[in-house]
Antibody, heavy 118, light 107 residues
Framework: EVLLVQSGAEVIKSGESLRISCKGSGYSFTSYWISWVRQMPGKGLEWMGKIEPSDSYTSYSPSFQGHVTISADKSISTAYLQWSSLKASDTAMYYC???????????WGRGTLVSVSS | IVLTQSPGTLSLSPGERATLSCRASQFITSRYLAWYQQKPGQAPRLLIYGASNRATGIADRFSGSGSGTDFTLTISRLEPEDFAVYYCHQYGSSPITFGQGTRLEIK
């Protein structure tokens, strides 16, 4: 069974750093991209970027380039999304999703809720 | 590529047919257009990919069609569990983009 298990909810203060994770199982982790998607409260889906775990090649949406860093550790089948300095406007649910070569998001994690207080 | 979904909200009754539209600001190769369903408190679920291919385990009342800049998701006979938000998604051009969503609600 394909699973993407995301780390738990975070409550964090503005200006602090954070890294959340997404662990894949039930498939060959290096054969699929991992994408990160933001959903702000009551809003739609926004694609942030993706990583190819086999070589850690990344591609970012211009809206998020420079604000977040996507990385992966293929030895433990885990992808990461990190911020160096969070803002209140980063409060959102963050989903990871698996992408086959054609790019569709065929399996999703349950999401990590990040709440940033000012 | 900007994806514009219409209507924003669709109010229908169980058993009725639902037609959801997704219009792209530029040409999209059909193989790179998908639809997702999202229920409250849940992650999105892939329904359709390549404009018209049902994902594994998706009921055959869901169908996708279209090409170029106009795409449609049709639900032939609505079941109670189909009331949710639906998003279209293009993944052929960078940056990848989603539509703003159509909320399908019970009339």
């Amino acid at each position: 069974e394909v699973l993407l298990v995301q780390s738990g909810a975070e409550v964090i203060k503005s200006g602090e750093s954070l890294r959340i994770s997404c662990k894949g199982s039930g498939y060959s982790f290096t054969s699929y991209w991992i994408s990160w998607v933001r959903q702000m409260p009551g809003k739609g889906l926004e694609w942030m970027g993706k990583i190819e775990p086999s070589d850690s090649y990344t591609s970012y949406s211009p809206s998020f380039q420079g604000h977040v860093t996507i990385s992966a550790d293929k030895s433990i089948s885990t992808a990461y999304l990190q911020w160096s300095s969070l803002k209140a406007s980063d409060t959102a649910m963050y989903y990871c999703a698996r992408l086959p070569k054609d790019g569709r998001a065929d399996f999703w994690g349950r999401g990590t809720l990040v709440s940033v207080s000012s | 590529i900007v994806l514009t979904q219409s209507p924003g909200t669709l109010s229908l009754s169980p058993g009725e047919r639902a037609t959801l539209s997704c219009r792209a600001s530029q040409f999209i190769t059909s193989r790179y257009l998908a639809w997702y369903q999202q229920k409250p408190g849940q992650a999105p679920r892939l329904l359709i990919y390549g404009a018209s291919n049902r994902a594994t385990g998706i009921a055959d009342r869901f169908s996708g069609s279209g090409s170029g800049t106009d795409f449609t998701l049709t639900i032939s006979r609505l079941e109670p569990e189909d009331f949710a938000v639906y998003y279209c998604h293009q993944y052929g051009s960078s940056p990848i983009t989603f539509g703003q969503g159509t909320r399908l609600e019970i009339k």
